[in-house]
């Protein structure tokens, strides 16, 4: 029996392979515009700010190394390569989706620490133990992801055959020992501190409010406190959701007859848990006006070069570029009414200027 070949139907196949190719072009964008957000201000970014960029980084490293393969081989109707791609595969899934979550249990921490005094976060912790933290988050899921390929643990395909991840089933007889670790390390506790840390990080900003007369008095760094705090919530509790019933799928197999549940079941929860890439800059564009802010003037500037460019329309007034956007385009070579925005001086656009001078922080 092939392993590798499809357990599904050609049509599941296919529209497994259009949602998977939805995911990663969402993901890659949408991470994509995290990181260039925050090089664009990477001197001015506070030392938390840098969990975020370390959480963009490992979704867009896994929707980079993963769903291109995974696309691929549902549109093929059989797993693309062999052992060796299978191996591949996994040892990224595992890599990367450990780092995730050790990511967000370190931010849960921090936002913690930060908590404990509505003082500017660079008081609490300093960029270079946020570093050596980014550093340790790697370090740990690189360790988590070498351990199978060194005799504890196994990879191996997934039931439905187009996948591939822990050998669950396999490690039901030998590597039983691993399951739990995986479970109380990377998915219990993780999700214990997370949980604790912003529990008591909600009840003492419930206090603070409780303690304002007036709530139109409430001190600006307590309203960003709660702001960060319900980004960073968000972020931990889809994460968290996308991945608990892949693990809960799994973990049943183990303690009881895997075969039971159909391969159409058990690719149901691996496609929801790959969605865990796309939720963060959705909810960064959804609850930080900076980001939104610095995402609408990136679009502006890239859309209104290139109309300007593919048309030939725009020219050097007087020689010389204003904030990056020529002004003096050609009216008569413009054939449609919307570029003709190319022609403003940016320095005249009071919109504009207040987005230039934005800050962004994926999580302010």
Sequence with gaps: MDIYSSKLSPAVDIGAGIFLFIIAVLSFVGNLLVLIMAFRRSSSMKPPEMLSVNLAVTDLGAAVTMYPLAV???WNHHWLGSDASCVYYAFMGFFFGTASAMTLTVMAMVRFMVSLSLQSP???????NVKLLCLWC???????????LLGWGKYGPEPFGLSCTLSWLEMKAQGFSFIIAIFICNLLLPSIVITGCYSVIALKLYITYKSI????????IVKMNRRLML??????AGFIGCWTPYGVVNLWSVFNNGSSISPGL????CLFAKTSTVYNPFIYYTFSKSFKKEV????FTSVCAAVCGRYNACNVSQGHVT?????????SKVPDESIRMCTRDTRHIPELHELSAATVSPLA
């Design 72 to 74: 691929a081989s549902a």
């Design 296 to 299: 609408k003037q990136l679009c």
């Design 213 to 220: 007369n007036n709530i139109n008095q409430v001190p600006n």
């Design 231 to 236: 980004i960073a919530v968000l972020i931990s």
């Design 266 to 269: 058990s690719m149901l929860p």
């Design 323 to 331: 904030h990056g956007v020529y002004t003096g385009c050609e009216m």
């Design 122 to 128: 660079k008081e609490k912790i300093s960029q270079r």
């Design 138 to 148: 790697w370090l740990y899921a690189l360790l988590w992801a070498l351990l199978p």
